[in-house]
């Protein structure tokens, strides 16, 4: 019989830390609300899996890979049983580094990333003792309003541009369509908490600022827990690579709001995630849990060398971008940070791909920022299954476009440190862990 279990702990860092997601450093000056790691462990009896979700921007691989593997030894699974989920907050942490590369925002306290650590086994561990015999129900539903937006613009010059700024008269329209469907899992446990596992798909980059928050997902959780105490809520997010929270032709959404008006729609975008989740939370439909599964596999795409031969030119670009002394376009930026980088390197970019199985619902996870494209490839490789796909899962890559984007450019291509072939390659990979997948269920 499946069982399920649920931990949470804090992990807020201490005041000074950097804050990831920018060009540019900042350093924590305050706390809005406390950062977590939560957990839900699934047994069948025979295999044990965990997914973590983790008020992180992100853990780079391979220190997701010694992550896994201290949990692995701490809680005596395997080591492609866990699932670990960077949230991609921007007003959070980043954990790792590339070898050879060094990020200037990444956390390099050494007690904290000591503690941090011990806490990722303990969350594990916790949740495998709170396991219950457990019941699972899924349902899915579209916000009553739209929270996710394309953030990638076709312009009036046939040019791509992210975030060209609200009502700009120079947009013709957005590259793609957003996926506002909230996916809920409800977990039911004999004789304890039900757990809601959430499911929504944008950037968490509300609030900014240099002030700790877990942004929305943190209000989704909260608000979750407020109106049902007797659920415990976890929130996975989605392809997130090209979206954020603007609606670019929305007059109310123009303008520099205030750190009070930030926090306040973040949290209105909680609620109504939350919302919409507890609306069909009596409506779920049963499925089945009893086999538990997972596998990691690694994807190896060529890298990036377009623009190699301005390398001696953007390396002091990028020194004057850092100094303060010039400004550029988001897209530009980012290709100087990119090319500036190409010689530290390797040939072949190695991007995890992780699937976690539960019976009839399946976690799909891309060790980067995927479009929202890649969700839809999920869901179409079993579409027998509920496909939950999930971003910086074991690692975080940096953004993953389709090849349709690369050909388009803008922002996001330009700042990929992948080939246009990545797109094809990291699907094809997860639809086929999900044919492996659906070949062990079947076997007797």
């Known amino acids: 019989m499946l069982q399920a279990g649920f931990a949470r702990v804090d992990i807020t860092p201490p005041l000074g830390s950097p804050l990831a997601g920018y060009f540019t450093i900042r350093y924590a000056e305050g706390i809005l609300d406390p950062l977590e790691l939560n957990a839900v462990a699934f ?17 780079i691989d391979p220190t997701a890979t010694e992550i896994r593997e201290q949990i692995a030894k701490a809680a005596g699974i395997p080591a492609e049983c866990i699932f670990l989920h960077g949230l991609h ?28 650590y011990r806490k990722f086994c303990d969350v594990t561990r916790m949740a495998m003792d709170d396991m219950r015999p457990s019941t699972l129900g899924v349902a899915a539903k579209e916000t009553p309003v739209p929270l996710s937006f ?5 312009m009036k010059d046939g040019s791509t541009r992210t ?12 590259i793609g369509e957003a996926d506002n469907t909230v996916r809920l899992i409800r977990v039911h446990r004999e004789g304890a908490k039900d757990i809601a596992i959430v499911n929504f798909c944008t950037h968490p980059d509300v609030i900014g600022g240099n002030r700790i928050s877990a ?13 049902m105490p007797d659920v415990w809520c976890i929130l996975v997010n989605g392809p997130q690579g090209d979206t954020n929270h603007v609606a670019v032709g929305n007059p109310a959404h123009a303008g520099k709001k205030t750190p009070e008006e930030r926090y306040a729609y973040s949290r209105y975008m909680g609620k109504v995630i939350s919302d919409t989740a507890l609306s069909v939370w009596d409506q779920t439909v049963p499925v089945s849990g ?17 623009g190699i031969e301005r390398f001696d030119e953007c390396v002091e670009l990028k020194r004057k971008l850092d100094a303060g002394e010039i400004k550029l376009e988001m897209g530009d930026k980012a290709e100087v940070n990119r090319i500036a980088q190409i010689r530290k390197e390797s040939l072949f970019q190695r991007i995890p ?7 009839e619902i399946g976690f799909v996870g891309y060790g980067g920022e995927p479009f929202t494209q890649y969700g839809v490839a999920s869901r179409e490789a079993a579409p027998e299954m ?45 639809a086929e862990m999900l044919a492996r997948y659906r070949a062990f269920r079947n076997e007797k």
């Open 150 to 154: 394309i953030r990638r613009y076709r």
């Open 89 to 116: 907050q921007h007003t959070s942490i980043r954990v790792g580094n590339k070898p050879g590369i060094i990020h200037a925002d990444t956390m390099r306290n050494p007690s904290y990333l000591s503690i941090l």
């Open 353 to 359: 791909v992780s699937v976690l199985c539960v019976g």
């Open 290 to 306: 009893e086999k538990v599964y997972g596998e990691v596999q690694y994807c190896f795409i060529p890298t990036n060398t377009a």
């Open 163 to 174: 975030n060209p700024g609200v009502l700009n008269p120079d947009v013709v329209g957005p």
């Open 215 to 227: 942004d929305w997902p943190g209000f989704v959780r909260r608000l979750t827990e407020e109106e």
């Open 386 to 430: 509920f496909i939950v796909a999930c971003c910086l899962v074991n690692g975080g890559q940096g953004y993953l476009p389709t090849r349709e984007a690369f050909e388009e450019g803008g922002y996001e291509a330009k700042n990929s440190r992948f080939t246009p072939g990545l797109a094809d390659t990291v699907q094809g990979e997860a």
């Open 43 to 59: 047994s069948d009896g025979e295999r044990t899996a965990v997914i973590i979700s983790c008020d992180l921007i992100y853990v």
